[in-house]
């Protein structure tokens, strides 16, 4: 069976553009998402989002596709059709609150023909460790740590993705939790898409997009590599308690960008534990350091996916 996602020229191509997922109401961080997009609630006071959008500049992304849903109006108000640089495009999902992420990203089918970093907009992580998913077909992954839950996967010999897991809870060092961050190829997009069609015709909207990766994966029509994020430079934000771990992440590691508001700070939320506001997006100036090492510019300590335990097939 021949595997197209090793399509010969799918390692030539360069990601520059990128999808966010932004649909959805992000219910068990509510009361924060009643009035506002998950995306747009801020950590150490500046936006996941905006975050987000500063570590895509300063890898040189050209483009950014934003599918949105819920309180659709205040991202696309945030960003407008350009920020740092990059041009913006929203796709709205009519039926964010029946559907989830398999759906969202089949709407992307039409817009989007080219390499591109998929990515979930609940994520705050250090910029630094993108730069080895900027290749096609890869798969962030972190070392699975005891309260880490969801989408696990394991590494063959190859030093590609084996399979994927659901609610693995084993820390063996076998199992790697999902970060939620994926480089496709075209070809490989045009494989995914056809199966997201499947999927979606046969109504099955209420699924999540990894169980089309999981099911390519096992039948030899997906190779995915993984780049190791360190667990203590990403986290992903769901309840306000992992708003909380967020913030202590970003204030060690991911400092904000100097960062010149278009407009005058607003809407000041106490969240309890640290004050918070709403920022305009803004071109910036790369401000990085640690508080471990306050006079020196640290990069991210990147390992590399063949530092990773496979396990024997």
Known sequence: MQNLSKHPDSE?????TALLLAAGTGSRLAPLTDKMPKCLVPVN????LERLVDALRQHNFKRLVI???HQADSIRNFLGTRAGGIDITY?????YKTTNNIYSLWLARKEIDEPFLLIESDLVFDPEMLKDMLQPNRIAVSK???WMNGT???VNRHQTV????????KTDGKQYKTVNIYSLSTQTWKLVRKRLDHHISNNMVNGYYETVFSDMVTEGFLSLTPVLFDTDRWYEIDTITDLHAAAQVCSLYLHPSELIPDHAVTDQIDLGFVQVSRRLPAIARSKRGSRRYPDRKIPAPMIPASALAPQAI
């Open 144 to 146: 699975l740590q005891p």
């Open 67 to 69: 599918v949105v849903g």
């Open 45 to 48: 006071e500046i936006s996941i």
């Open 12 to 16: 030539k191509e360069q990601v520059r």
């Open 162 to 169: 084996k399979a994927f897991q659901k609610d693995v809870q």
């Open 91 to 95: 796709i709205t999902s009519p039926v």
């Open 152 to 154: 696990t996967v394991t």
